[in-house]
């Protein structure tokens, strides 16, 4: 049981030692903070914190730092995160709005959230199997081609143009496009190639070769398509800090290079205090973010949750500030998918 002076103490610990880089003293915790003791009884809790495996002394010097335990023993015990300022909620409805698809929305949300955070930030792509068509859109493009747009209920839009190596006929291709949507409507789209199979009945021969030769190829969209994938943005932020990391940041921006450690790595992370989920140091699973910190919110699209978003960052962040704006975006975003 830790008492809660010496949690005060840890506290003053994590939050001076965030804003200031520098090992923190007992001198300077009684300088700047009112705790009503004297510098010896506050070394003494420092002890007792550093016999917990809470902080710990980076070298010779009489500072202290708080080691991964402390940062999550902060963490559990925030009451509550820094709210967003007015200009910052100003700042993502202004971002968000006006983007065109999703791949627009998400583009701009992890940017956004790497400047809220001055952290690297990413975004997950909604999980196309937990998608659904909306409605297909067969458009003549020239004498012989034809543009086909998927639109998805995540509002994702796909779009190719088919060569159909003969003339377009309108009114079969407004007849198919038709059926597409009577067929596939609301359909998931890990279901698409098994329901597409009876729109060709009763066709002709020369509408069954212009229907499968388009059926193939949005069959090969919604494929081509199926890998989860993972958008990011200013990992300029990470090289900033690299004082932050011990021995070397390489480990750091190789991890974060593998979609597939970080496609696994979010998937193990469920929400906990704050609506977020957060792995510190070596609570992650792969070495290479052993010096790092991680935040992750889900964000939703018809009320249920499609994917997440998060930071990363060092160990030495601004938990309070980055938990907010993660469950800010991820709120937003939400919304911004839902008009």
């Known amino acids: 049981m830790i ?133 297909i859109e067969l458009i003549p493009a020239a004498q012989t081609r034809v543009l086909m747009v998927m639109i998805t209920d995540n509002a994702r839009i796909q779009q190719h143009v088919v060569e159909l190596g003969t003339d377009v006929d309108e009114n079969f291709i407004a007849e198919l496009r038709a059926k597409l949507n009577a067929g596939l409507a609301g ?21 069954l070769k212009i229907s499968n030769l388009i059926i193939k190829n949005l069959i090969d969209q919604v494929d081509a398509n199926r890998q989860e994938k993972i958008i990011l943005a200013g990992t300029a932020n990470l090289v900033k800090r690299e004082e932050d990391f011990p021995g070397s940041i390489s480990p750091v921006l190789e991890a974060i290079e593998e979609q597939v450690v970080l496609l696994k790595l979010i998937s193990e992370m469920q929400a906990e205090q704050h609506g977020v989920s957060l792995r510190i140091g070596r609570e992650n699973t792969f070495e290479g973010l052993a010096n790092a910190s991680v935040v992750v919110s889900g964000y939703e699209n018809q009320g249920s949750e499609v994917a997440k978003l998060g930071v990363i960052g060092p160990t030495r962040m601004d938990y309070s500030s980055n938990i907010s704006a993660v469950r800010a975006v991820a709120r937003y975003l939400t919304k911004t998918l839902g008009n």
Do not use: C
């Open 187 to 207: 359909t998931a789209l890990s279901d698409v190639s098994t329901k597409v199979k009876g729109i060709t009945a009763g066709m002709n021969a020369e509408e």
């Open 3 to 135: 008492p809660d002076r010496s949690l005060e103490v840890l506290r003053a610990i994590v939050q001076d030692y965030i804003a200031s880089k520098e090992p923190v003293g007992s001198k300077s915790l009684v300088e700047r903070h009112s705790f009503g003791v004297s510098a010896a009884t506050i070394r003494n809790d420092m002890a007792f914190l550093e016999d917990e495996e809470l902080i710990h002394a980076p070298h010779t010097s009489a500072g202290r730092v708080p080691t991964d335990k402390g940062y999550r023993l902060f963490v559990d015990r925030l009451s509550e995160v820094k709210p967003l300022n007015s200009a910052e909620k100003l700042a993502i409805e202004n971002f968000m709005v006006g983007s065109a698809d999703l791949d627009e929305t998400l583009g701009r949300t992890v940017r956004l959230l790497s400047q809220l955070t001055n952290q690297v930030a990413m975004v997950q792509y909604p999980t196309l199997g937990k998608a659904s068509v909306r409605h």
